[in-house]
């Protein structure tokens, strides 16, 4: 393997990608053992109901805490972990955890409290990935599916194969929640909105960062909670950084908030701690 490499480092440019297709591959393998090596964590974020300032919901993130490479972000992972395939077994645990923290969490915060986890893709067209396991395991647990919201993106939707639209439709029939993470940066057509019966819509963080200068971003955003509402949609905008942006969305209507102005991501044990945020 080390002549292969060798040799085609004399070659017409090969040798500037074979280190980043190395790396790629390294991280590939490293990562079916980081589930097992107890390496993964998860780290939650507060959304807040805008109305009332509490806490109903968290969202699940993703986080690899590399032996050697310090703590890894999902854009410095999720992609070697989707093209492995390791994203399925991640993705189960994930789904594990959520289930497991909402019951905890239910107790504190009350029933209609969730727990909201991120899919992609890839993961949901695997035939490995088993949607009747995750409604097993809630069953197994005595933990309503309500309890959970599932989020995916709009190039999800709209790449939907049978399959996927086949898995979603089960969760959706169970009682999960579907939320539509990202919106506004893809092609995602009002029908789409409809069709999958999407419970949420997430305004995503650049439409966020142009509420404060000038009144174009704020009537965009004003425009995308009316229409979500009018589909019978709640919202929830991504990515607060400012009391000003705090305050338009809430004026504008806004079901929920989240982001680093109102609470981080935070590891599990803190997020008993809160519950009145703004
Ligand atoms: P996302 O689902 O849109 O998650 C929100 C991202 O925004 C998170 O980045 C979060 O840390 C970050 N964020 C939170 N507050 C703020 C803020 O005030 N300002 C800004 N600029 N950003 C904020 P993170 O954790 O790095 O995750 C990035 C993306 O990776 C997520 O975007 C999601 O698409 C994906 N991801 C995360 N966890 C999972 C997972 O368990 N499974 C899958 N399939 N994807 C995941
Ligand atoms: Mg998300
Ligand atoms: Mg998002
Ligand atoms: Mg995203």
């Known amino acids: 393997q080390a002549m292969y490499a060798a040799k085609q ?41 805008l109305a009332s300032g509490r806490m109903q919901k968290v969202e699940a993130l993703l986080r690899w805490q590399h032996p050697s490479r310090g703590l890894l972000t999902p854009a410095e992972f999720l992609a070697a972990a989707e093209h492995s395939g390791a994203i399925v077994g991640i993705g189960d645990w994930i789904f594990r955890q959520a289930v497991l923290l909402a019951q905890r969490l239910q107790a504190e915060y009350g029933p209609n409290f969730q727990v909201c986890v991120n899919k992609s893709a890839l993961q949901f067209r695997s ?35 049978s399959q996927t639209t086949g898995k979603l439709k089960r969760l959706q029939e169970a009682g999960m929640q579907l939320a539509l993470d ?4 893809g092609y995602c057509s009002v029908s789409f909105l409809r069709r999958f019966q999407i419970d949420y819509l997430k305004i995503d963080p650049a439409f966020i960062a142009n509420l404060d200068d000038g009144i174009h971003g704020q009537e965009l ?26 305050a338009i969305l809430k004026a504008a209507g806004s079901d929920f908030g989240q982001g680093n102005l109102l609470s981080e991501p935070v590891s599990e044990d803190k997020l008993e701690k809160i519950s009145l945020v703004c």
């Open 182 to 185: 990202d919106f506004g940066t």
């Open 127 to 161: 035939e490995d990935c088993n949607v009747e396991s995750w409604l097993a395991f809630l069953r197994q647990r005595q933990v309503d599916a309500r309890s959970i919201v599932i989020e995916v993106t709009e190039k999800l939707l709209m790449d939907a194969n």
């Open 221 to 246: 955003c004003r425009a995308i909670i009316a229409m979500a509402h009018t589909l019978g949609i709640q919202v929830i905008a991504e990515g607060i950084e400012h009391p000003g942006q705090l």
């Open 9 to 49: 480092q004399g070659r017409n440019g090969y040798h500037y990608f074979a280190p980043a297709m190395q790396e790629g591959a390294t991280l590939k393998h490293e990562l079916r053992q980081a589930l097992e090596n107890n390496e993964l964590r998860l780290v939650y974020q507060p959304v807040i109901a």
